[in-house]
């Protein structure tokens, strides 16, 4: 008989298997219907969310419960889905009602339970007003919707947290997150440290500059500004303080750096996913108007690493330290052969990009057989695979709660009509105007930003403020991008700025230094969503390459000038390079 620890880590890992093999079962089986297999992916992970993130034993025991009513309820409605399709929407009977609410409930409790309080209490100020709005006077009020109407459109429909996102949830970002898993379980974070260390370890401050190439590598499979500074930020935060870096602004380097993760394609943070089911645009068109944006970020945050080299005369890494040439090669290729395989299936086998990743992750489980040594050893084997189905059902389980969570906010919008009186709202306070409805904007993602993820904080931020800004001009996915990255701002933003919190902690600095410093280096976060306002051919690389090279270079000297003069310059010069560059960003496009 195995011991009891045994058998509990054995139980999670059965489960964790399971809730991988279904989402890899779901791109190979055909159509399943929407209100089964998107229930049956809330049933798989409300277990990770509510028992095994639980804190303490009162919290198991609770979580415990309250996962197996989840679990009970959504298998229900999965069971029973041909039935309740052909209901629309309208609960029938007092057993529906409890169903519905202890799906609500359930939803936001695990929302709670894994990101905090905000984005929950959000969901629940939603749903109250979609309850009781009706006796709100006004333009606000709402004309009222019968409660078996309202609730089951939100459990038993697609309208709620069974709607579109979730089906994001389901198909694609779930695939990309085990695909980033099973990268991580093996030797493919090392490789992108080695290829960073070779390519510019070297350098005038080189040490910051492995951290913004490993950043960015590691960005695009993790998609995880606070993953990305976690493990990124292990190796390259001694290396810097080693090599006598301020500890401000080797932190600053690391959150600035792992921050364009949530940019950098292919995974944007899942924000990527979300953008086609908003916006209709096909995921390869999205990913080849962010990266021309994500390259002026990183090259913002480069040039101002060389100015801070300057300032402080930081050098690079010594050759001793420098991976060997045989690590290098090795190394790299266990994420170049994933990597490879999923470019491949998505733009010359013209796979769908869920269809290509799964194609990847079994690239990258069959090199989970081999070390860097290139040996094959069965304890490290089993041990790399138990940790690549763990971490992916653990963070598919965190983002699928903040999904779900979004979903009933997005529901309500669509059923009460607020989301049309706020889009009103933003353009009579902007006077019609388009500028000052992308600082409203902007203004509001910051602010909805610090409380809750990017990806949802851009959910309900586009979803407001989205018809305003495209009915004042802006091409849809434009107006995507540019909430997307001002969703952004609060991991590098007091007063809550995530990434500059952890990177502070981990090297022991006070975090408000860290995070002015992150602000400087940070600048083209604030600046390139507006260069894309008015350069909008900087998004149009598939349709039109040179027109999108000309903008993007227009930007680059703008933002070039604009970080020098911010970090590197000498007073009075600093004033009119910034000057110059602010103008080179935003009006050499309206202009030229």
């Known amino acids: 008989m195995l011991p009891k620890g045994r058998v509990h880590a054995a139980f999670w890992l059965l489960l964790a298997t399971a809730l991988v093999g279904y989402h890899l079962a779901l791109i190979f089986s055909g159509l399943v219907p929407n209100l089964v297999s998107r229930p049956l992916h809330m049933a798989f992970i409300l277990p990770f969310i509510l028992v095994l993130g639980a804190s303490g034993p009162a919290s198991r025991i609770s979580g415990a419960i309250i996962a197996m009513l989840g679990v009970a ?17 309208f609960l029938e009977g007092n057993f529906q009602v409890a169903v519905a609410v202890v799906l609500l409930a359930v939803t936001l409790e695990a929302a709670r339970r894994a990101i905090g309080w905000p984005l929950p209490l959000v969901a629940a100020s939603a749903l109250l007003y979609g309850l009781f709005g009706q006796y709100i006077p006004g333009q606000f009020g709402h004309s009222g919707t019968p409660i078996n109407s ?15 996102l979730t089906g994001v949830s389901v198909g694609v970002v779930s695939i990309f997150v085990i695909f980033g898993a099973v990268l991580n379980a093996g030797e493919a974070g090392q490789g992108v440290m080695n290829v ?27 998609g995880s500004a606070s993953a990305n500074v976690a493990s990124t930020g292990a190796i390259t935060l001694p290396a810097m303080t080693k090599l006598g870096y301020p500890k401000r602004l080797a932190a600053a380097v690391e959150a600035v750096a792992s921050s364009g993760g949530q940019i950098m394609p292919p995974l ?21 108007a962010a990266v021309l944006p994500a390259f002026l970020y990183f090259l913002a945050v480069w040039v101002g690493i060389n100015a801070y080299a300057r300032r402080f005369d930081l050098k690079g890494v010594d050759a001793s330290d420098q991976p060997a040439s045989r690590d290098v090669i090795i190394t790299s290729l266990f994420f170049l052969v994933p990597f490879t395989v999923l470019l491949w299936g998505m733009f010359w086998a013209q796979f769908t990009p869920e269809y290509a ?38 963070q598919v389980s965190m983002i699928a709660a903040i999904i779900l969570c979004a979903s009933i906010i997005i529901g309500v919008l669509s059923i009460t009509g607020l989301g049309v009186k706020v889009t009103s709202l933003i353009l009579e306070g902007a006077g019609g105007l388009l500028w000052p409805s992308l600082l409203l904007t902007a203004l509001a993602c910051l602010i909805l930003g610090m409380e809750v993820p990017t990806t949802a904080a851009y959910v309900i931020c586009v979803s407001v403020a989205g018809p ?38 981990m090297i022991g600095e006070n975090w408000l230094k860290v995070a002015l410093t992150a602000m400087a280096l940070g600048v083209g976060l604030y600046v390139i969503p507006l260069g894309m306002v008015a350069n909008p051919d900087m998004l149009r690389l598939a349709d039109a390459p040179v027109a999108a090279l000309i903008a993007t270079v227009r930007v680059a000297l703008g933002l070039t000038l604009l970080s020098y003069g911010l970090i590197g310059a000498r007073r009075p ?14 009006f050499s496009g309206l202009y030229f």
Request: glycine share 12%.
């Open 357 to 394: 990743a799964a194609l990847a992750i079994l690239a990258g489980a069959l090199l989970l057989f081999v070390n860097g040594n290139l040996q094959c050893k069965r304890e490290q084997v089993a041990a790399r695979f138990a940790s690549a189905v763990i971490n992916a059902a653990r």
């Open 150 to 164: 309202f609730l089951g459109t939100l459990t038993i429909a697609e309208g709620g947290i069974w709607g579109s």
């Open 73 to 89: 309820a959504a298998l229900w409605v999965a069971l029973n889905a041909d039935r309740l399709g052909d209901q629309y929407g």
């Open 268 to 288: 944007m943070g899942a924000g990527a996913f979300v953008m086609v089911e908003l916006t209709g645009v096909p995921y390869t068109a999205i990913m080849a």
């Open 468 to 505: 305003a800004l495209t009915q004042l001009g802006l091409e849809p996915l434009q107006a995507h991008l540019f909430v997307f990255w001002f969703a952004l701002l609060s991991t590098i933003t007091p007063p809550v700025c995530g990434a500059v919190f952890i990177a502070a902690g």
């Open 573 to 586: 010069v600093p004033t009119v390079l910034m000057v110059v560059g602010g103008l080179c960003v935003v």
């Open 196 to 222: 960073a260390a070779a390519f510019a370890g070297r350098l005038r401050g080189g040490a910051a500059k492995v951290s913004v190439i490993s950043s960015a590598l590691f960005g695009s499979i993790s």
